[in-house]
């Protein structure tokens, strides 16, 4: 089938599951006065010309609230006209061992759950469109994986352009011991990054495998490994890369970010709306059941 062929019949494809602006700000603001602990900061470098979006939360090893999932859509609309060429994704400051995101706070999911399924397709519904706004943001993104991304946290990381590991850095896809599936993008971006058999593989497989930065890079899921010695900020690993193997410095950043506006909206994002859908229609029929009312149940009680 030719390429052009497929766009079209992706294009095409319904998108009944769509949510409308009203329906995220309500969801946002439900969450925000619910679960209203930890922060998503935002940090604008003007001479640099590279953002970071930082998940705080070091009590729960970054693991994200109601009130941060609201953030973080907040802090990537802020970043649709800044005028400049990067962004990082990456842990804020937490306990040793390091964290990225430990996934959705349990405290946070747990009430979301007991809530009943609207609930719950109203937060996948959200985290999906952060995450399509962070695909069309025309800023190169980069996450930096340093210690532990589990999860949901494990998913943000398939949001970015790129992604670099530390050497502390590991990523594990813990939703099917959960008696979930992927509900924040993660397997629309998998399938993109590692293609259907290694994405099947690393789903399934669930905790068995972690991906950790020599394993990453052989699987394809790694752009770069970097070393951070205590006190180092793994954000500025980040900025590293994009200046020194991303960005062109001699390229007007007005035109860098019209490439990456294109690159944005042609060719695959046809296709992931509509798998994004479905996705969400999956997650859907497992959220709220018995695996995972046993699972929280089981976590809660540590």
């Not at 352009?161 to 993660?186: A, C, N, P």
């Not at 950790?212 to 180092?232: H, K, L, M, N, Q």
């Not at 490439?259 to 959220?287: H, Q, T």
Request: glycine fraction near 12%; hydrophobic fraction near 40%.
């Amino acid at each position: 089938m030719q390429g052009r062929d497929l766009l079209g019949m992706c294009a095409l494809r319904s998108r009944s599951l769509s949510v409308d602006a009203a329906s995220i700000l309500k969801t946002k603001e439900d969450l925000r006065s619910k679960y209203p602990v930890g922060s998503v900061d935002l940090e604008l470098d003007s001479k640099s010309e590279i953002a970071v979006i930082r998940l705080c939360h070091p009590a729960r090893r970054n693991a994200l609230s109601g009130k941060m999932m609201a953030e973080l859509n907040d802090r990537i609309t802020e970043l649709k006209n800044w005028k400049g060429r990067g962004l990082v994704l990456c842990g804020g400051i937490s306990p040793s061992p390091a964290s990225f995101c430990s996934g959705g706070d349990l405290k946070t999911m747990s009430g979301i759950m007991s809530e009943g399924p609207s609930a719950g397709m109203a937060m996948c519904a959200l985290m999906q469109d952060s995450m399509v706004k962070l695909r069309a943001l025309p800023l190169v993104s980069v996450a930096v994986i340093h210690g532990t991304a589990i999860g949901g946290g494990a998913e943000l990381t398939t949001w970015c352009d790129y992604r670099v590991f530390t050497t502390e850095g590991s990523v594990s896809f813990v939703q099917i011991k959960m008696g979930l599936t992927t509900g924040w993008g993660g397997g629309s971006g998998l399938m993109e990054i590692l293609g259907r058999r290694k994405t099947l593989k690393l789903l399934l497989a669930g905790p068995k495998i972690s991906l950790r930065c020599d394993d990453a890079e052989s699987w394809g899921y790694s752009d770069a490994t970097v070393s951070v010695s205590p006190g180092d900020d793994p954000a500025e690993k980040g900025k590293e890369f994009l200046l020194n193997s991303v960005l062109n410095s001699e390229l007007d950043s007005g035109v860098g970010r019209a490439v990456k506006k294109m690159v944005a909206s042609v060719a695959v994002e046809p296709c992931i709306s509509n798998s994004l859908d479905k996705e969400r229609e999956v997650f859907g029929e497992v959220w709220g059941g018995p695996v995972q009312q046993a699972a929280f149940a089981q976590f809660l009680k540590r």
